[in-house]
């Protein structure tokens, strides 16, 4: 079985870290030098890096495969092997490494500093990207992971056999907390499980977190009571760590189910503590995640990422959507999306599985793809204008993708299942693409 | 005067960030787009986005200024405008938007949000990298800036008129704390002013950090006791908050002056967190930022990403060394190294200078060029190899690194100090560039 596939370390004491390299070196040589700067070595050896010692505490080359040469450096800066000078052959290979559990212990900022770090700036390499990371289910001792995770929102929600249709408040900013709320009433009309903030949005003085929230929650409970559905709302909570445990408490004691945070913004400790805390949901925003993956050539992967992430303690993660508005391939969306769904340490242990959050020009055209390619409806699935754009309006924007998903799951294709359901047929006149 | 030279932002009110972008479509187009998506704008321009909405709250496009043209796209995935296909020119420009300080309040993490976030996968750039942020001095109101920074360093280490020379545990991992606590003896002893931990170095198992900290601490202090030199030591406190904040109060009761951090391991609500609780100095490692500069199309520069550290509470920080063993230029190091020592904000506001920290492959070999680039001894200069590997020791490594500095600020080439200061004089023959 492939690593992919298990997600288990080659043994049960050791980190492994796979990478994409590019280099100059020869690449075992290459390897070895991203192994003894991760662990004993230095730039010099020095007289304590004894042997015995870095028997016990040095970092392993587990694998080097070669990939392919490259005619031109993929990044400016990279150095040549000693005596070497002039255009040379650069080589790309995949090289796994492993460390001892003992050399950083079950921390994942210290797991971070040690599997990325100073990796990226290596004289060496003019390409090295962090692919993936597979750990001892020692981590477990020391972190939670998800709460809620799919069955969790799927009770929370009272949605089942389908996929958690979801929405986004827009414009942005510059709202009220009253148009806010009238939005917010509007789309939970209209039939959806899920609203979220948007990132922009936190607690401006044009629109108070405690008094958006308090708007949101009335409008939500009021839904809630006539109909029996209760509509969650993902509030970005993003700041300092006490005005998100305080936002977390007014999310809660509103009524609330759920609250947002950008990842990159807060940090891995910030979501430790917000973790302990949480009583609610936490929707995991990854903005800013471009600056890691929009170059093939250095940052990390997002199925490195998005594990620093699960352990931390996220129930849900956005992973953009197929044909989406942003530069990210189709291939890429669907693997992140199952490495969400895919469990981290194999039982007994908790598989720390999340709900993958489908974004970013969605609408009832992709329902039949996204489901074939994750084979999965254990996700988020949301849509601004794929619900709010529709000729007949949101309810019928809502109930147009719930048919999309109804002819996914039977495998009918998309135009034969419209001949039958109105809304379908007028979202495919409208979402032509 | 140009932005760079003040830092402060055209309007007291206003976020200011400036991009370098390029892009397939027209420029203007681009910027308006940055513009859009990160504030009142959607992909799809929706009811509530009102002509009042967007005077108040969108962001503004203050200056385009095209750089040139590119012959292939930088980063793929990048989309063409509408109606255009096959090979189009690219333009490159520098772009700055401004945001008015209501969209996001005085919050770092909601302000990265905005002027980073989803910027960088945007779909019509096959490049765009953040250069530089100002802010009003609003933002000190919600943060304390640094403790101690240059003038606190000097006080806690005693060290006027010369850089504080600096130098660092190794091997990285693997000596036990009795080992540690022994070459932290003989550094002292060879008269460094500073010695920090290896980023990988934490709290594992074979070098527990209370033990560590307990050892070298009472070398220090019967240094401190017999020679009246108090050496700083920057023990690394990496991890989860409580621990972090437990860590910082060991190294105070046993008369530590300094804590070290990974800064993108902890995350700037945890950076926060630590500032308020503080009473030592803290050094900023920045392990990792290779993940944002690698790329000169993607991520932020150290420029803008410093910023935000200062803001949140560092004292220093790392910023490479000239001809240093990694990828970065000189012109970036010192680009870098004087922008932790010019003011963020005008007097009378506090300017969060900062003191940078040189390392990685100094010797004496370069304090005459980091002097004159820099133009101030307010740093610390890191040598590891540049005083363990000196001829005469690693006393007479310390004393190289004075001579070295003496000869700068006289302004005197080396190679004539050298003439009537020995130490110096191996250093140069020993650490030939």
Known sequence: MSEAQTNQPIETNRIQARYWIETAYPLDDAAAIMAGEQSTGTFVRTPGETDELRALYAARVESVRELGMVETPSLSGSGLPRKRSGPIPRRTAEVTLSWPLANMGTSLPNLLATVAGNLFELKPFSGLKLLDV???????????????????????????????????IKPSVGMTTEQTAAQVRMLAEAGVDFIKDDELQ????HCPFEERVAHVQRALNDHADRTGKRVMYAANITGEIDQMLHRHDLVAAAGGTCVMVSLNSIGLPALVVLRRHATLAIHGHRNGWGMFSRSHATGMSFIAYQKFWRLAGIDHVHVNGLRNKFCEDDASVIASARECLTPMFAPPHKGCTIMPVFSSGQSARQAPDTFKALGSMDLIYAAGGGILAHPAG???????????????????????????HGELRAALERFAE
């Open 134 to 168: 597979t750990l001892p289910p020692d981590f477990l001792s020391a972190y939670q992971g998800p709460q809620f995770a799919v069955e969790g929102t799927r009770r929370l929600t009272g949605v089942y056999g389908r996929p958690v249709i979801g929405t986004i």
């Open 202 to 205: 936190a607690d401006g003085p």
């Open 394 to 420: 949101p309810a019928a924007g809502v109930r147009s993708l719930h048919q999309a998903w109804e002819a996914a799951a039977a495998g009918m294709p998309l135009a034969d299942y419209a001949t039958m």
